[in-house]
């Protein structure tokens, strides 16, 4: 492309351009087209998002989850004014429920985010989760990639919240921090072994004012029961910390951020921090390849045609789940193709 002409919203150099001059508007116009639906978007975005991979890989991952009313919203805000303040770059993909009839973003992040939003280092992006599972958007990997080579060199994913699925946050980033309130140590139960098993710092959330008290009570509760579980990391034992969201500079902030680079310097140190990130890259890869086969499977003629009298019958109690699988599973065409 010649010097002197300008590339056009239909070229991947209008987004990579755009992304490596840290434009925040086409930053954001990139994040469109990688969560758009159509087709030629979807070929652009992944033009895109491969041609800025080698800016990739520098930042700070950080996925946040917790139990409903934790503050995960004010907890972020705060730890990433903290950090603009100590002069990082802090880009925030808070991933919001669906709406079920719109698809639409319902929580609206950034207006629970007024200061950090209003800051020129940071730069938070609300997406709706599409319905995923584990509350994490279909599209919040590549998100993440094409704000790093924007040059933010601290990721916080923020997730919808402790569920079955939750763990699926951790696949994708280098640090997970379980967000609790006091009295939550009476709640272990309520919350999945596994979510638990691949939180490197449980912080318990509010500790401030009549609360600290409560909150030492169920920092030590938890600490007993992490006893029990299995360390996601050989190399790093999980901990239990309290902090306060109403103050940037609360020491349980400070401690929390120290905790992340502590491990950061640890893994970076030992190696674990690459073979994790390839791991991640691999499954990835892996869970797309499913994916794409299950959407290609509904667009076979066959499979369209077959598919609403199985389901009849199967309704009907005329054939079981099993044999109505295996029958829409072989009756691909005679390539086997998907």
Not at 169 to 188: H, K, N, P, T
Request: proline share 5%; aromatic share 6%.
């Amino acid at each position: 492309m010649p010097k002197n002409r300008k590339s056009k919203p239909e070229e991947p150099a209008y987004y990579t351009q755009g992304v490596r001059k840290q434009d925040k508007r086409i930053l954001a116009k990139t994040i469109t087209l990688i969560e758009s639906a159509r087709l030629e978007h979807q070929q652009l975005a992944r033009q895109v998002v491969n041609e800025l991979l080698p800016d990739t890989g520098k930042a700070i991952r950080l996925g946040i989850s917790g139990v409903p009313g934790a503050g995960k919203s004010t907890f972020i805000e705060c730890l990433g004014i903290h950090l603009v303040n100590q002069g990082y770059r802090v880009a925030v993909l808070a991933v919001d429920p669906s709406s079920q009839r719109s698809g639409g973003s319902v929580l609206a992040d950034k207006t629970r985010m007024e200061k950090l939003s209003a800051a020129e280092n940071a730069f938070i992006r609300p997406s709706p989760s599409g319905g995923t599972l584990g509350g994490v958007a279909r599209k919040t990997r590549e998100t993440m990639l094409v704000c790093e080579a924007a040059g933010y060199d601290v990721m916080i994913v923020e997730t919808v919240g402790v569920g079955q699925s939750e763990t699926t946050v951790a696949s994708m980033v280098d640090f997970f921090l379980l967000l609790m309130i006091a009295g939550a140590g009476d709640e272990l139960q309520g919350i999945k072994k596994g979510v638990l098993e691949v939180a490197d710092v449980i912080a318990i959330n509010k500790a401030d004012g009549d609360n600290v008290e409560k909150a030492q009570q169920a920092r030590k509760q938890i600490e007993n029961a992490m006893q029990y579980l299995m360390p996601p990391s050989p190399f790093w034992t999980p901990r239990a910390m309290t902090c306060s969201s109403l103050d940037t500079e609360d020491p349980g902030i400070q401690a929390i951020w120290s905790a992340v680079l502590k491990h950061r310097s640890i893994t970076l140190k030992n190696g674990e921090l690459q073979q994790k990130r390839c791991r991640q890259a691999v499954d990835w890869m892996w869970s797309l390849v499913e994916e794409g086969l299950k959407e290609r499977f509904y667009q076979i003629p066959n499979i369209q045609r077959q598919l609403p009298p199985t389901i009849r019958q199967v309704e009907k109690g005329e054939k079981s789940a099993t044999i109505a699988a295996d029958e829409l599973l072989f009756s691909l065409d005679n390539r086997g193709a998907v």
